[in-house]
Antibody
Framework: QVQLQESGPGLVKPSQTLSLTCTVS??????????WTWIRQPPGKGLEWIGY???????SYNPSLKSRVTISVDTSKNQFSLKLNSVTAADTAVYYC????????????WGQGTLVTVSS | QSVLTQPPSVSGAPGQRVTISCTGS?????????VHWYQQLPGTAPKLLIY???NRPSGVPDRFSGAKSGTSASLAITGLQAEDEADYYC????????????FGGGTKLTVL
């Protein structure tokens, strides 16, 4: 059974960089069958796709966040990471990592999510 | 304003049938891109409910079904149960603005 677990600071100051890591267990992040995805959900609001990375390192980002987002992968640790720079209060959200299926856009396994608050 | 439009809320009594609509446009659902549905119970991560329009992952009851036509999709839930009370989200791909995975705004299902 594949499991994903987000980790990182729960509080980030405005204008700084939000950094999160997702650790994958029960499966290899180097599989050619999946995208590794970040999705967020502001408190009380809906879901927003941030972007994904393939094991080879190729990425795709939400155009509205593209200028501030970097997703990277570390196959040796079976992890992938999210960096979002120049954060504001609008970036306060629960951040989820998830596994996406190659050839589709759905995510079949999700982490439990981690709340990141942007505040001074 | 979400690219995919869902009703904010729907409700039904136990045992009844409810449907949740997801309306898109010619750059997403209408362009032939697949629609997926997720269920989010309070305080938990979303769970895949329907993928590629009509398919159920293993373990999802056949009370849940998906359909797609034109620029819209729908999720139907029959034999409504108290445990179905949750938020439901549709998802697709949009080819405008350099391409993006897009979600509906979510629908809160209340079991009366």
């Amino acid at each position: 059974q594949v499991q994903l677990q987000e980790s990182g600071p729960g509080l980030v100051k405005p204008s700084q960089t939000l950094s999160l890591t997702c650790t994958v267990s029960g499966g290899s992040i180097s599989s050619s069958d999946y995208y590794w995805t970040w999705i967020r959900q502001p408190p009380g609001k809906g879901l927003e796709w941030i972007g994904y990375i393939y094991y080879s390192g190729s990425t795709s980002y939400n155009p509205s966040l593209k200028s501030r987002v970097t997703i990277s992968v570390d196959t040796s640790k079976n992890q992938f990471s999210l960096k979002l720079n120049s954060v504001t209060a609008a970036d306060t959200a629960v951040y989820y990592c998830a596994r996406g299926q190659l050839g589709s856009t759905h995510c079949d396994y999700w982490g439990q999510g981690t709340l990141v608050t942007v505040s001074s | 304003q979400s690219v995919l439009t869902q009703p904010p809320s729907v409700s039904g009594a136990p045992g009844q049938r409810v449907t949740i609509s997801c309306t898109g446009s010619s750059s997403n659902i209408g362009a032939g891109y697949d629609v997926h549905w997720y269920q989010q119970l309070p305080g938990t991560a979303p769970k895949l409910l329907i993928y590629v329009n009509i398919n159920r992952p293993s373990g999802v009851p056949d009370r849940f079904s998906g359909a797609k036509s034109g620029t819209s999709a729908s999720l139907a839930i029959t034999g409504l149960q108290a445990e179905d009370e949750a938020d439901y989200y549709c998802q697709s791909y949009d080819s405008s603005l350099s391409g993006s995975w897009v979600f509906g705004g979510g629908t809160k299902l209340t079991v009366l």
